[in-house]
């Protein structure tokens, strides 16, 4: 779109720059004054100034018909931010719709090579039954959690017991999901927490996917 607008103003001069220098007034364009904020998990940038385009004009104003000749690639740079915002917007549902973060297969959907790493000494003496992961991954239930009533059962900080005693390692999420989540497994090996960069997801499986070591 940056592109068409640029060789449309382009064609439409009678007095044609280079064009490297089209292209940086373009770029020059493009720093502004913006606001960040947070929308839906996702940071945005709000142009507000335009300070690219007063720095050209700044430079070019004092030479004759440069400005003139510069000046719309400078707003098109000005512009072309709003058109990042624009699809940044845009790609938050798409994106929520094609990798929804609450479905446990994002995360986990590659568990051949899964496994736990015990990470708290009440979790030793369990492995994982990869056969079992992958059969109810499909049966999970999401299920509302509140952390500081589990804070609460463990015992508080100086409990010597953890609800979530192995990590579970050797997954890969959905390719082009962008995610990287921490994954928790709990005590009984029926429950998973899925940690991602914005929240936490809690779930449930039907059975136990943990099998005692033998001696």
Do not use: C
């Given at each position: 779109?940056?592109?068409?607008?640029?060789?449309?103003?382009?064609?439409?001069?009678?007095?044609?720059?280079?064009?490297?220098?089209?292209?940086?007034?373009?770029?020059?364009?493009?720093?502004?004054?913006?606001i960040?904020?947070e929308?839906?998990?996702?940071?945005?940038?709000?142009?507000?100034?335009p300070?690219?385009?007063?720095?050209?004009?700044?430079?070019?104003?004092?030479?004759?018909?440069?400005?003139?000749?510069?000046?719309?690639?400078a707003?098109?740079?000005?512009?072309?931010?709003?058109?990042?915002?624009?699809?940044?917007?845009?790609?938050?549902?798409?994106?929520?719709?094609?990798?929804?973060?609450?479905?446990?297969?994002?995360?986990i959907?590659?568990?051949n090579?899964?496994?736990?790493?015990?990470?708290?000494p009440?979790?030793?003496?369990?492995?994982?039954?990869?056969?079992?992961?992958?059969?109810?991954?499909?049966?999970?239930?999401?299920?509302?959690?509140?952390?500081?009533?589990?804070?609460?059962?463990?015992?508080?900080?100086?409990s010597?017991?953890?609800?979530?005693?192995?990590?579970?390692?050797?997954t890969?999420?959905?390719?082009?999901?962008?995610?990287?989540?921490?994954?928790?497994?709990?005590?009984?090996?029926?429950?998973?927490?899925?940690?991602t960069?914005?929240?936490?997801?809690?779930y449930?499986?039907?059975?136990?996917?943990?099998?005692?070591?033998?001696?």
């Open positions: 779109m940056i592109g068409y607008l640029a060789y449309r103003v382009y064609r439409s001069l009678q007095t044609k720059p280079k064009g490297w220098k089209a292209l940086f007034a373009i770029l020059v364009g493009l720093f502004s004054f913006t960040n904020m929308w839906f998990h996702t940071f945005v940038k709000i142009p507000i100034l300070l690219g385009v007063w720095i050209l004009y700044g430079v070019l104003r004092s030479k004759e018909g440069r400005w003139g000749t510069y000046r719309r690639f707003w098109i740079g000005f512009l072309a931010n709003f058109i990042f915002l624009a699809g940044t917007l845009l790609s938050i549902p798409i994106h929520s719709l094609i990798y929804p973060e609450d479905n446990p297969s994002t995360s959907s590659e568990p090579e899964a496994s736990i790493n015990i990470i708290h009440s979790g030793e003496g369990r492995t994982l039954d990869q056969e079992k992961l992958k059969e109810q991954l499909s049966e999970v239930e999401q299920v509302e959690f509140d952390s500081w009533a589990w804070f609460d059962e463990a015992g508080g900080r100086y010597n017991t953890e609800r979530f005693p192995y990590q579970l390692v050797g890969t999420p959905k390719w082009g999901s962008g995610l990287k989540p921490d994954i928790y497994m709990e005590q009984d090996g029926k429950g998973i927490l899925i940690s960069r914005k929240t936490q997801y809690y449930r499986f039907p059975e136990t996917v943990l099998e005692e070591v033998e001696r």
